[in-house]
Structure formats: C-alpha cells, structure tokens
C-alpha cells in the first residue's frame, strides 16, 4: 500500500536532513521532490497544487527554518496536511432503530459484491441483523456471488431471480426485512463497466423510491484517477454519503485514496485490504498519512489482534507469564496468534520503522520461517518444550533436526534465543496491548523471524527501500551465511 509515495517521500525527506540547516532555497528544493512525488502517486493535478500551496506556505516561514529541528518540522507539516486532505471522516453508519437501508452503487469489477458481504459481516458483528439484498439484475452470476457469501456468513439474502424492476426488487426486499426481523437492508445495486446514462437512471430511481439512509460508493483503488472521476460523477447523481475504497492492499501507488475526498467533498469511510471477508477496515485519515511517511500504524494493528486474537487463549498465557512461566509450547501458541494478522510483512509494515523491513520480507520467506520454527518444536519432547537451554545437548540437537529435516544449528539457534524471548515476555506480561506490540518489534529485528536477520539489518541500516538487484543479491547472502553454518555445524 502507497509503497512509490511512501518510497519517494521518504527520499525527498531524507535530502533535506542530508542539508545540515534549511534555507528557503534547500526547503523549496525539498518540496518540489514531494510534490513529484504526489503527481507520480496519480494524485489529481489540482489536489497537488493545492496540498504543495498549503504546506510551502508552512514550510519556508521563519519559524520552521529557525526550528531547532527544522526537518522533523516539515515532516509534520506533511503529516497534518495530508489529514486534511483525506479528512475527517464519520465512521458512523447512522442506523435508524428500525430497518435501515444502506445502498451501495459502483462499477463493475469494482469489488461491490464481496463489499457487501464485507459489510453485513461488520455490521452482524455489531449486534444489528443485516439482509443482504442481490439487486443487481444485469449480472446474474451476481446474485449467485451474494447468496454464497450469504450462506459463508450465516446472512440472510433477498433474492429474485426472476425480478426484471430493479426498483420493485429493492421495495419488496425492505418490506421483507421489516416482515423477517432485519433491521438493517444492504443494496447490491447493478453496476457498469463505465459510467452510462442507463446506469445512473436506474440508481436515481432506486434513490429516489426507497430514499436509503445511506449512499456509499464502491471504487477500485487500482484504476487511479479514473476512480476520482466516477466517484465525481456518482456524486454529482446520487449525492453519496461516503466511498468504500476496495484493493488498497494491492495499490502501489494510492492516488485515488488522497484526490477523492479533495476532488467530491466525500469522505472514504471504509477500506478494502484484502479478498478475505473480514479485511475491512474503517478509514482513518491520521493512521494513513503514518503509514504514508513510514510511521506505522500500530493503533490498527492493536484493534485487529484485539478482534481476531483467542481472548481466552490470550488469558491463559496472560496467568502463566504472571507466574514466570513461559515454554516453546506457549511461543508456538503466540506464533499462530501472529498468524491471524495476516502475512508478516503486513503486520511488519504497520509497525514504526519496520517498512524497508517488510519490503525486504517476502511473504513466502517468512511463512517458511514461521513453518521451520513450527517443526522444530512439535519434533521436541515436552521436557525439551519446557526447559530447552538446560535439556537438549548435541545428540538431541542432531534428533531433533532429523525430525523437523533442518539442520542442528537451527535448533541451536532456537534455543540459544529462547530465554532471552522468554525473558521479553514475561516481561510484557504487565503491559497493554499497544506496548506488547512495540515489544514484538524488537523481537522481530532481532532475527528471530528471518534467519538472515543480521544481514537485512545491515543491508537496510541507511532506511533505503531495497531494489529488485537488492533482493537477490540479499537472498545469495543468507543462503551462502545458511551454507557456511551447516559446514560448521559438520565440522562441530
């Protein structure tokens, strides 16, 4: 997500700490290398002009250039910035004690299906019973995609394979929800593969007859600007109440998510960061600029371990870490935990300072790390598990690694790590949720994750993103430092 900004961004900034004390020549040197940085984001010509006016303004006052810290100044001028420009945003889906009706319209191809389904989960989870409603009668495979992930979600879906009024459908479809007990109603409008007269009649009629309590608009972030200009010209139709920005996940470039707020006046309420159907998220504007200026966004990632975490699982090892107890039996435990978040490079991108980390990580490496941590235990008798640096000497080292077919020195490796990473946890054992994620990013610098750990850290030291040539060249390095460990683990 926003990896070219992020990337570009991180570059101009870095030049001007490279400057030693800030002019208003070096300063505006500096913010012409961000503005390039937007406009090669796909961010809308006018909303960069716009951004770049405010901030130069900020930017080359006497009291930044005076600052004791003039960089980490207009940093922070950026970061505000950008909030304004994504925001605020009302989270609130303004649910009325009976039924509400919450429409969503967009193009083809968009991700409106899956969204719905998306939102009905969210809205379940909230205590509401939503009604999945397939009133899209262009495409009929989309009545079929919303049954089927009504029937995943346990949702209850209106469906009329014979309707030809779209209209008529959605009138029918509310009164059903009154009838059934649902008080929440979720349009599946048709969509187009562009924006036609056609379409936009028929989501005027819809609008006009049912009178939803909400308008949201599905966008496709990967379409760039073109996802401004339908958003703008949906608007301008049906007056929205908020945009659901699907594929964030896949974006590199992330110029729809900053222009369309700017370009329609309608807030991105939620996001779409992955095919799964509980990956979406609630916008925030401030947790975005973070990830975009390489900050993180730990606040995120603290409200997914809080939803997806085994909160009984997470008492249990609470009470043995406050009675000094912590085995690889319970590491293992953690490690499946951690799973949940998602891949390790995305739970590492949320995390302050790890993005060249992340960048560096491949999801295959580090699901193959995780996996040989896995073995390793699961080939230890429970002895082993409890007390592995007094317990396994040589010959077990070499039976355990014949179990888990990796080699000795790796579960020397574990080992001689273990009680330090105990140590950590239970250390952690007193704190909430926010710092134990803070913690866990010590421990993933520390190579515990990625045997090649020590030779990332060096190659990343100077915060540069790695090129593709890096990669592998990285990669040559940790299996030659791989190779050279098996000899002498041989020779010992």
């Known amino acids: 997500m926003f990896e070219s900004l992020q990337e570009n961004l991180s570059s101009a900034l870095r030049a001007l700490r490279g400057r030693g004390k800030l002019t208003e ?18 961010v809308s010509l006018p909303v960069v002009k716009d951004f770049m006016a405010r901030v130069s303004e900020q930017a080359v006052g006497e009291q930044v250039l005076k600052s004791l810290d003039p960089t980490k100044q207009l940093v922070y001028i950026v970061y505000q910035e950008l909030i304004n420009l994504m925001g605020p945003v009302d989270h609130s889906l303004h649910l009325r004690g009976d039924v509400s009706v919450l429409m969503l319209c967009g193009l083809q191809g968009s991700g409106k299906t899956t969204t719905c389904g998306k939102l009905g989960r969210m809205i379940h989870q909230r205590g509401r019973k939503p009604m999945l409603v397939a009133a899209d009668l262009q495409r009929p495979a989309a009545i079929q995609q919303l049954q089927i992930l009504g029937e995943q979600l346990g949702l ?5 394979l014979n309707a030809k009024d779209p209209v008529a459908l959605c009138l029918a479809a509310v009164k059903h929800a009154k009838d059934s007990g649902a008080d929440v109603a979720i349009l599946d409008t048709a969509g187009r593969l562009h924006v036609d007269a056609e379409l936009m009649n028929q989501l005027s009629q819809i609008d006009r007859r049912i009178g939803p309590d909400q308008v949201y608009l599905v966008v496709d972030a990967m379409t760039g600007q073109d996802a401004v200009n339908s958003a703008k010209a949906f608007n301008e139709a049906l007056e929205l109440d908020g945009v659901i920005m699907t594929k964030l996940d896949g974006d590199a470039r992330g110029g729809a998510a900053l222009s369309v707020k700017a370009v329609t006046g309608v807030p991105i309420k939620f996001i779409g960061t992955g095919e799964h159907l509980d990956a979406l998220e609630e916008f925030h504007p401030d947790r975005m600029a973070g990830r975009i200026l390489g900050m993180g966004d730990v606040l995120t990632l603290v409200e997914q371990a809080q939803q997806k975490f085994d909160q009984d699982e997470m008492a249990k090892q609470e009470a043995r870490l406050r009675k000094g107890e912590f085995t690889l039996d319970d590491f293992k435990k953690m490690l499946g935990q951690t799973k949940k978040l998602g891949p390790l490079n995305k739970v590492m991108s949320m995390l302050p300072g790890m993005s060249a980390m992340a960048d560096m990580l491949g999801d295959v490496d580090a699901e193959q790390d995780m996996r040989r941590l896995g073995g390793i ?23 355990i690694a014949a179990g888990a077919g990796v080699e000795p020195h790796e579960v020397n490796e574990l080992v001689k790590q273990f009680d330090g990473i105990a140590d950590v946890m239970k250390r952690m054992s007193g704190m909430g949720m926010r710092d134990r994620m803070r913690t866990m990013q010590g421990l993933t610098q520390g190579g515990l994750l990625n045997p090649g750990g020590k030779l990332a850290k060096q190659k990343i030291g100077t915060g540069k993103r790695l090129t593709s040539q890096e990669r592998a060249k990285l990669k040559q390095l940790r299996e030659r430092e791989l190779r050279r460990k098996r000899r002498e683990s041989r020779k010992g």
């Open 377 to 399: 235990i699961d080939s230890m008798t429970p002895d082993e598990r409890r007390n592995p640096s007094k317990v396994v000497d040589q010959s077990r080292r070499r039976r």
């Open 156 to 160: 209850s879906v209106y469906a009329d």
């Open 25 to 42: 020549s070096n300063m505006r040197d500096g913010l012409h290398q961000v503005q390039m940085a937007l406009l090669e984001a796909d």
